[in-house]
C-alpha cells in the first residue's frame, strides 16, 4: 500500500494534475469529477514516490492535452513549465530523451491551435535539455509547429545562431539536410527572407557529393527550386550552384536538362543567350512562373557585369549598347547606356566611373557571377603581383634610405 507523505505545500507537479483533472472532468457532474480527479492526484503521487518520472509525464500530459483548447495561455504555460521541468528529475540521457520525445510529441499535435504557445512550450523545453540529441530533436519539432501554425516569426530569430547550434549538435550529414532544408522552408513563404532561405537552400545542397547517386537523386526537385529561386531574384546576381554535384546532376537529366542551361546562361553567358533560350523555351519559363521581361532586366545586369570583367578597364558605349539590346532591331539609347550602368553601381555590381564625353566607362572592379577555380587563380596573380609590387617600393625604400646615409656620413666627414 502506498503511504503519502504530507507536505505543507503541494507539490507543483500534483497541483498541475489537479488542475487539469479538475477542468478536463467539469462537465462530468461533481461526483464523478471528485472521483477522477482523487484517483489521479493518488497516482500521481504513486509516481513522485517511486520516482516514475517519465510515468507520471505521461499522466500529465493525458490530461493537458485534453485543456489544450479550455484552458488560458497563461495556464497552460504555466503547467507545461511544470511538465518540461520533470527532465531534471530523470535518472540518465536516455530517459530525458524519452520525456522530451512525448512531451513535444503532445504539443506538436493540432498545431493549428494555439501554434505560438507550443512553439513557446517546445523553446522552454529545449532550454532545460543538455544532451545534443534531445536538443535537436526538440528544436526541429518547433520548426514543424511553426511551419504548420503559419508562425515562423517565432523561429527565424534563432536562425542567426544556427552555426553555433551545428557545433554544439555535432550532428550527422543527414541531420545537416533535414535541418538546413526545413529552415529553408519555413522562411521561402516569407518575400523579406528570399535570400536567407536561397542560402539554407545552397546549404543544403552542399552537403552532397558525386559518392552517392542514390542521395543526389532525392536532391533533384530542390536543385530546381534553388535555380528558379536564383532566376527569379532580383537582387542575387551571384552563386556556387554550378559547382554542386547536387545541381551538375541536371545537366544530364532528361526532365531538368533545360533548367540547367538556363542557370548556366545566367551565370556565365549574355543577354543574347538568354533570348534565343526563351524563344525556344518559353512554356519552361512560364511554367516556373518566371516573367520574361524580369529576367531581360537581370541578364542586362549580369551582361554588363560580364563586359567590365572582360574589357581591359574600358567599355564603350557602342559596346554596351549592342550588348545590351532588348530585341535585335531595338537597341538601347546613349543615356539608356548610363542608366543600366547606374543601376550596375547601385547594386554593387561594378565600381567604375562614367565619361560622357568620350561614352566610354571606366571600369575599376567588377563583380563575379560564380567564384571558381578561374577567378582563384586570378586572384592569386593578383596577390602575388601586389606583393611583389610591395617588396619593390620596400626594397627602394630602403635602398634611397642607406643613400641618404651615407651622403649624411660624407658631410659630417668633411
Not at 500530459?61 to 503547467?79: G, H, N, Q, R, Y
Not at 519555413?186 to 523579406?192: D, F
Not at 559518392?211 to 534553388?226: F, I
Not at 617600393?393 to 666627414?413: F, P, R, W
Amino acid at each position: 500500500m502506498t503511504t503519502v507523505v504530507p507536505t505543507s505545500e503541494e507539490d507543483p507537479a500534483l497541483s498541475v494534475v489537479r488542475f487539469t483533472a479538475e477542468l478536463s472532468w467539469a462537465d462530468a457532474g461533481l461526483e464523478v469529477s471528485e472521483a477522477q480527479v482523487n484517483s489521479l492526484c493518488m497516482e500521481a503521487q504513486e509516481c513522485m514516490i517511486e520516482g516514475r518520472w517519465l510515468d507520471l509525464a505521461s499522466l500529465m500530459l493525458t490530461s493537458a492535452d485534453l485543456i489544450f483548447s479550455k484552458a488560458s495561455e497563461k495556464d497552460l504555460e504555466c503547467v507545461f513549465t511544470v511538465i518540461c521541468n520533470l527532465v531534471k528529475k530523470a535518472e540518465n540521457f536516455d530517459q530525458v530523451h524519452k520525456m522530451a520525445d512525448i512531451i513535444s510529441s503532445k504539443v506538436t499535435q493540432q498545431p493549428n491551435v494555439k501554434p505560438a504557445l507550443r512553439v513557446k512550450i517546445l523553446f522552454n523545453l529545449y532550454n532545460l535539455l543538455e544532451n545534443p540529441a534531445s536538443c535537436f530533436f526538440v528544436y526541429m519539432k518547433a520548426l514543424s509547429v511553426a511551419v504548420s501554425g503559419k508562425v515562423t516569426e517565432h523561429v527565424i530569430p534563432s536562425f542567426k545562431n544556427i552555426d553555433s547550434f551545428l557545433r554544439e549538435w555535432n550532428l550527422g550529414v543527414k541531420d545537416q539536410r533535414e535541418l538546413f532544408l526545413t529552415i529553408s522552408n519555413a522562411l521561402k513563404e516569407n518575400k523579406s527572407s528570399a535570400k536567407d532561405s536561397f542560402k539554407f537552400l545552397t546549404r543544403y545542397l552542399a552537403t552532397f557529393s558525386d559518392e552517392d547517386a542514390y542521395a543526389l537523386s532525392e536532391a533533384k526537385e530542390e536543385a530546381v527550386r534553388a535555380i528558379v529561386d536564383f532566376v527569379k531574384a532580383p537582387d542575387m546576381f551571384q552563386c556556387d550552384l554550378l559547382d554542386m554535384p547536387a545541381v551538375a546532376q541536371l545537366e544530364k537529366d532528361a526532365k531538368h536538362a533545360l533548367v540547367y542551361q538556363l542557370l548556366k546562361i545566367f551565370l556565365t553567358q549574355r543577354l543574347d543567350a538568354y533570348l534565343d533560350f526563351s524563344t525556344a523555351n518559353s512554356t519552361l519559363l512560364k511554367s516556373y512562373g518566371l516573367v520574361h521581361e524580369d529576367c531581360i532586366a537581370k541578364m542586362r545586369l549580369l551582361s554588363l557585369v560580364d563586359l567590365a570583367s572582360n574589357e581591359s578597364g574600358q567599355v564603350p558605349y557602342s559596346l554596351i549598347r549592342d550588348t545590351l539590346k532588348m530585341l535585335t532591331f531595338s537597341q538601347i539609347e546613349g543615356d539608356e547606356v548610363e542608366s543600366w550602368v547606374v543601376k550596375a553601381i547601385t547594386a554593387k555590381l561594378i565600381d567604375c566611373k562614367i565619361d560622357q564625353m568620350n561614352e566610354i566607362v571606366i571600369v575599376r572592379r567588377g563583380t563575379e557571377r560564380v567564384f571558381g577555380p578561374h577567378q582563384w587563380e586570378i586572384l592569386r596573380a593578383k596577390l602575388v603581383n601586389w606583393r611583389t609590387n610591395i617588396a619593390n617600393v620596400i626594397t627602394s625604400i630602403q635602398a634611397n634610405k642607406i643613400s641618404e646615409d651615407s651622403t649624411q656620413e660624407g658631410l659630417m666627414i668633411r
